[in-house]
């Protein structure tokens, strides 16, 4: 079965300073790939999505992730964050071999200090 | 990408009733899920809404309990039924047309009394 591994529940940056977030997967076959963000009272908005191609995938508001087959993984960045940033992101999983369903990570909450 | 419209946005319910659910799509979409997502926790699919057919549910959700209608490809509802406190929990809608990336409502949440 998917499972999505993101292994920090909290993290706190410094306004300006680089991001990164990290996504594990378990997975048989080449998954497809989203990173989602929650702002709080809100709904999840896709960041960015990797299906196959280039592994450095752009998104919007400036994140970019890169995906290694080798590691099984599929992490966030950003050069340099906002405080409007921060927010809660999850990764996300999905297969034809599982129809497509989606699985989603725990979550990292972010926090962005001035 | 579709335009999701959830009511209501929040509600506060007693234990023991039912509340319905609605999420419009502004286009049609070929598939359309509810999701759970409990305080603190991350987004569990409940089940798929198939268009004039019975839902698809996840292990753990039934449809006694979370009825689910999709009359056709821009509308849908969830029934949360005979809730308790443990229902308590945001619940949101996503869509998918084709092979595009899913979309999510802004989500309805819920407080059971």
């Known amino acids: 079965a998917q499972s999505v591994t993101q292994p920090d529940i909290h993290i706190t940056v410094s306004e300006g300073a680089s991001l990164e977030l990290r996504c594990n997967y378990s997975y048989g076959a080449t998954p497809y790939l989203f990173w989602y963000v929650q702002s709080p009272g809100q709904g999840l908005q896709l960041l960015l999505k990797y299906f196959s191609g280039d592994t450095l995938v752009q998104g919007i508001k400036g994140f970019e992730a890169e995906f290694k087959r080798s590691q099984s993984s599929f992490n966030l960045r950003k050069p340099s964050v906002h405080w409007s940033d921060a927010a809660e992101y999850f990764c996300?999983?999905?297969?034809?071999?599982?129809?497509?369903?989606?699985?989603f990570g725990a979550g990292t909450i972010l926090r962005v200090k001035s | 990408s579709a335009v999701i419209s959830q009511k209501p946005s929040r509600d506060i319910c007693q234990r023991g009733t039912s509340l319905t659910i609605q999420c419009q799509v502004d286009?049609?979409?070929?598939?359309m899920f509810w999701y759970r997502q409990q305080p603190g926790q991350s987004l569990t699919l409940i089940a798929t809404?198939?268009?004039?057919?019975?839902?698809?549910?996840e292990s753990g959700f039934v449809i006694d309990k979370f009825p689910i209608s999709r009359p056709n490809l821009t509308f849908s509802t969830l029934t949360v039924s005979n809730m308790s406190p443990e229902d308590s929990s945001i619940y949101l809608c996503?869509?998918?047309?084709?092979?595009?990336?899913?979309?999510f409502g802004d989500g309805t949440r819920l407080s059971i009394l």
């Open positions: 809404a198939n268009q004039g057919s019975e839902a698809t549910y």
């Open positions: 996300a999983v999905a297969s034809w071999e599982y129809g497509n369903k989606l699985v």
């Open positions: 996503s869509v998918r047309d084709g092979n595009q990336p899913q979309h």
């Open positions: 286009s049609q979409v070929t598939m």
